[in-house]
């Protein structure tokens, strides 16, 4: 099987870093994702994510450190959610990190609401899979951090 390259992009003032690497299993979205075309944007990494469950690492890291994300990247996002969470190998953990602000990282049912959707997505999964959130500020220090399980 041909191994899967690294997939690097540089962030815009409307779309997000993306560093997907394949040798480490750690993705990485950050910034803003408001991008006026996200098909052009989102169809590679999911193209990208789709081979990489073909062959995982162990375990997978999805870190989505978004500002700011409108709806047709949250469509995208809950997309390559589902696809990690196919990955078949038994032995495999999928641990999403997710990125608040922490003046609402204070209230933690107001953000397993905010998370619904994803975790509707993960209760499916057929791989273990952890939620991480994180509470940051304005820098992007993490001050706060826990784990929910699902």
Do not use: C
């Amino acid at each position: 099987m041909k191994e899967l390259k690294n997939m690097f992009i540089e962030q815009t003032d409307k779309t997000p870093l993306v560093d997907l690497n394949y040798i480490s299993g750690e993705l990485l979205l950050s910034g803003k994702s408001i991008p006026i075309n996200a098909p052009r944007i989102f169809e590679p990494i999911l193209d990208w994510v789709n081979e990489y469950v073909k062959n995982p690492r162990q375990t997978t890291n999805l870190r989505l450190n978004l500002e700011y994300f409108n709806t047709a990247s949250s469509i995208w996002l809950a997309k390559i959610v589902k696809a990690l969470t196919g990955i078949s190998k038994a032995e495999s953990v999928l641990i999403l990190h997710i990125y608040f602000p922490v003046e609402d990282f204070d209230d933690i049912d107001d953000i397993k609401d905010d998370l619904s959707p994803v975790i509707d997505v993960i209760s499916t999964a057929s791989i273990s899979v952890g939620l991480k959130i994180y509470g940051t500020d304005e820098s992007g220090k993490v001050l706060k951090e826990s784990m929910i399980f699902i």
